[in-house]
């Protein structure tokens, strides 16, 4: 954290509001990693100290960083900087490395491992016959410890020997088995956290979510991995870029 937040100080004389200029401010000084992940923003009253902003303006412009999704609200504790992971949709990389990229640590827990026949979408997307048995994993996925998503994934049992030897990263897992995943079809649409996920990431019931639904792809074109995250969109988001 900066020992003087004078940078950041609105232009009264400006005829922008002082809270959006003190918005704009603040989140470029997020971006600018003033602040860690996690770490405590300063709060409205030093706000309005050191810049000399009345505490309605620090409020309003501690909302707007609030909608942008780049601080959250801790009841009884203050504001803090949002672990948010931006993840690109031209480049494939897996939610270890995908973390890992942005500085944060990541790691996994197992909620659940079977072995059994597929279902009708796992038949038609994996390409298998019906009675070739599949592995499924559920996983709940952290970053520095902060829960980030449940996963579903499943791919052929066959591919996927010693299924207990699986760490963090699935797609390491795979690339040490010569089978990596080197394409993907993503899929990406809103949807309402049912009870379950809600539990596991800690949100309300019926909150917004990122629901993604990914099949990866082998060199030779076979379909491997047919996965289903829910992803809290306060933390994740998917960006692209598009040229014309």
Not at 3 to 30: F, N
Not at 202 to 231: K, N, Q
Request: charged share 20%.
């Amino acid at each position: 954290m900066r020992d003087s937040l004078s940078e950041l100080k609105p232009d009264p004389d400006l005829p922008t509001p002082l809270y959006i200029q003190l918005g704009r401010r603040l989140a470029e000084a997020i971006r600018a990693g003033w602040w860690q992940p996690n770490e405590a923003l300063p709060s409205e009253r030093v706000l309005s100290d050191q810049l000399g902003i009345s505490r309605v303006t620090a409020r309003k412009a501690l909302d707007v960083l609030i909608e942008q999704g780049l601080i959250s609200r801790r009841h009884g504790s203050g504001t803090f900087i949002t672990p948010l992971t931006e993840q690109s949709l031209n480049h494939l990389s897996s939610f270890t490395e995908l973390i890992a990229q942005r500085g944060f640590r990541p790691s996994s827990v197992l909620l659940g491992r079977d072995v059994g026949l597929p279902s009708y979408e796992e038949l038609v997307t994996l390409g298998i016959p019906a009675s070739a048995p599949v592995l499924r994993l559920k996983r709940q996925r952290f970053a520095d410890g902060v829960p980030m998503a449940v996963e579903r994934t499943t791919l052929p049992a066959d591919l996927a020997p010693q299924p207990e030897t699986i760490g963090d990263s699935l797609y390491a897992y795979l690339d040490g088995l010569g089978r990596p995943v080197v394409r993907a079809l993503q899929h990406i649409r809103a949807a309402n956290a049912p009870e379950e996920i809600a539990s596991l990431l800690g949100i309300a019931v019926g909150d917004a979510m990122l629901y993604v639904t990914r099949v990866g792809f082998t060199p030779a074109g076979t379909a491997i991995e047919l996965t289903h995250s829910w992803c809290r969109n306060d933390y994740y988001d998917f960006v692209a870029e598009l040229r014309r």
